[in-house]
Nanobody, 125 residues
Framework: VQLQASGGGLVQAGGSLRLSCAAS????????TAWFRQAPGKVREFVAI???????LYADSVKGRFTISRDNAKNTVYLQMNSLNPEDTAVYYC????????????????????WGQGTQVTVSS
């Protein structure tokens, strides 16, 4: 599967953005698909994951503000980001791993096989 992330941009604090992760090659319905982010000088961190069965998990830092969803018909996963603050500034990456792998280590970037190219999100204060 190949992933293409898009939707980043510049937004003021308190604003919203929706990121998209479009897949090609294989159907995302067989994959757990996650979003990670990496701010300058920091390690890449887990943001959210949408499992193929439909359940979702979030990092504590984004819980209640971000929503991950999937549209299997469009083979796309979205990340709706609301109430953005400057600490959300980062390059956002989508990643996928086969659902057959189970749920272990879902927050570890090394457990994902496929990555999109990243999209920049900048939140101004």
């Amino acid at each position: 599967v190949q992933l293409q992330a898009s939707g980043g941009g510049l937004v003021q604090a308190g604003g919203s953005l929706r990121l998209s992760c479009a897949a090609s090659g294989r159907t995302l319905s067989n994959y757990g698909t996650a979003w990670f982010r990496q701010a300058p000088g920091k390690v890449r961190e887990f943001v959210a994951i949408a499992w193929s069965a439909g359940s979702t998990l979030y990092a504590d830092s984004v819980k209640g503000r971000f929503t991950i969803s999937r549209d299997n018909a469009k083979n796309t996963v979205y990340l709706q980001m609301n109430s953005l603050n400057p600490e959300d500034t980062a390059v956002y990456y989508c990643a996928a791993r086969p659902s057959s792998r189970g749920g272990g280590l879902y927050a570890r970037d090394l457990s994902y096989d496929t990555w999109g190219q990243g999209t920049q999100v900048t939140v101004s204060s």
